[in-house]
Nanobody, 120 residues
Framework: QVRLVESGGGLVQPGGSLRLSCATT????????MSWYRQAPGKERELVAS????????NDTDSMKGRFTISRDNAKNTVYLQMNSLKPEDTAVYYC?????????????WGQGTQVTVSS
């Protein structure tokens, strides 16, 4: 059974940091591109960062570059998102995503999300 379980969200003051984790089971983690997305109230879900199946170089979107860092531990089947210098506009539900294509078939899985609230 495929499971993606996010943790590490919560309430943090502006300028603070959080580290999100996404623990996965049920699929070959190392073969998947792992991503973090977020969705704020009333807004569409947007990509935060992605990391390739074997690459150690994250692909950060411009708005979070320099503040958010994605990493993965293939031995633990876990992907992380280190978030620094948090701003109120970073408040959202953060989702973990796994995707790959095997023999022309796309596989994609989502976690249930973890709430991040940045407020004083």
């Amino acid at each position: 059974q495929v499971r993606l379980v996010e943790s590490g969200g919560g309430l943090v003051q502006p300028g603070g940091s959080l580290r999100l984790s996404c623990a996965t089971t049920g699929f070959t983690f190392s073969r998947y591109v792992m991503s973090w997305y977020r969705q704020a109230p009333g807004k569409e879900r947007e990509l935060v960062a992605s990391i390739g199946s074997i690459s150690t170089v994250p692909n950060d979107t411009d708005s979070m570059k320099g503040r958010f860092t994605i990493s993965r531990d293939n031995a633990k089947n876990t992907v992380y998102l280190q978030m620094n210098s948090l701003k109120p506009e970073d408040t959202a539900v953060y989702y973990c995503n796994a995707r790959t294509t095997i023999v022309w078939t796309k596989y994609e899985y989502w976690g249930q999300g973890t709430q991040v609230t940045v407020s004083s």
